[in-house]
């Protein structure tokens, strides 16, 4: 059974009411300009250089595998865009219910800049939201804080079951950066998009889902090919609406960068090293590079998996 934060959600309600949510408006005034990924520039650029911890638990690893090798470069439509920022702005509106309740919350390390996750050669990785002390439940013990949003669906489920059950891509990034940092436990905060009802959840560390989630991290950045289907149907509901079954189960080609060339092998220090033979030496490569790719390019022969 999940373990609610039922103390916590009073206590903000409570504190909110009694000031008519004047010192969550005065906190959200300072945090607000705090949540850079709101105002990035980089979110429209189209490819992420790592491997997210916010990926790996999801069902299909070849749909992951897909993602961390640039096989389709995916352009969202405005409304979506919008939800995006949403997620990102509900941050600090989430820091400011904490602050007022005189939690303390830690968002940023020594040098100014979030918390960050970096393993298996520095391919994998994640932001933390932050790191927190004083919740009621929990008053004595630093813990991660991790922050969603739901519709109003989601948010059905999640009130049902939980957040393993319900989202458990987000069971798993939550364990994968309770791992890293060594804490404990983690506060699970989701705000309902239709009628702003808050849902908080306390989330003990679960070393073999960290294990066995870390493992698949190494799987997928060291397969050479693309991990099996998660079903062999194109019209299979999870299939039929992801964005990769044109190149999974049909002749859709993938995307032309480095990232889909057979010459292409990520090594250590978030390298990527291109071998191919027409090339005068071998050479690790930028970015920039990796997305334009070159005249030598020669697509996987195994994007498509074993058939």
């Known amino acids: 059974m999940p373990i609610l934060a039922d103390q916590t959600l009073a206590l903000i309600n409570s504190t909110m009411q009694a000031d008519q949510g004047n010192r969550f408006r005065e906190l ?3 945090l607000l300009p705090l949540v850079e990924d709101a ?3 980089e979110g429209g650029k189209g490819f992420r250089s790592h491997l997210g911890a916010s990926l790996l638990g999801r069902d299909c690893a070849r749909q992951i595998w897909y993602t961390w090798r640039w096989a389709k470069e995916t352009h969202h ?3 979506i865009l919008r939800l995006f920022n949403r997620g990102h702005l ?3 509106r989430f820091v400011a219910m904490l602050l007022s309740i005189g939690v303390a919350v830690w968002q940023f390390d020594d040098s100014g800049k979030q918390f960050r996750v970096s393993g298996y050669k ?3 990785g994640g ?3 932050c790191v927190l002390k004083g919740i009621p439940e929990l008053p004595d013990i630093a813990i ?4 969603k949003t739901h519709n109003d669906k989601s948010f059905t489920k999640l009130l049902t079951t939980g957040v393993e059950d ?9 364990n994968l950066y309770m791992g890293h940092y060594d804490l404990p436990y983690a506060l699970y905060l989701a705000v309902n998009k239709n009628n702003d009802e808050i849902y908080g959840e306390i989330v003990p560390f679960h070393k073999p889902t960290f294990d066995r989630y870390t493992q698949r991290g190494i799987m997928i950045i060291d397969s050479e090919e693309a991990p099996p289907r998660i079903s062999e149907s194109p019209a299979w509901y999870k299939c039929r609406y992801c964005e990769y079954n044109g190149i999974c189960h049909s002749t859709e080609l993938p995307a032309k960068n480095c990232r889909t060339c057979r010459w292409v092998t990520p090594v250590d220090n978030a390298e990527w090293l291109c071998e191919n033979p027409k090339h005068p030496s071998v050479k690790t490569l930028s970015k920039e590079e990796q997305l334009s790719g070159c005249s030598n390019y020669e697509v996987n022969p195994t994007i498509k998996g074993k058939v």
Do not use: N
């Not at 991660?144 to 922050?147: A, I, T, V």
């Not at 319900?166 to 939550?174: G, L, R, T």
């Open 144 to 147: 991660l804080g991790e922050f």
């Open 90 to 92: 509900e941050e600090a």
């Open 39 to 41: 105002y990035s520039q």
């Open 127 to 129: 932001g933390l939201d």
């Open 28 to 30: 959200e005034r300072k």
């Open 166 to 174: 319900s989202k458990p891509e987000h069971y798993v990034q939550m």
């Open 77 to 79: 439509e405005a409304r």
């Open 122 to 124: 520095k391919h994998y």
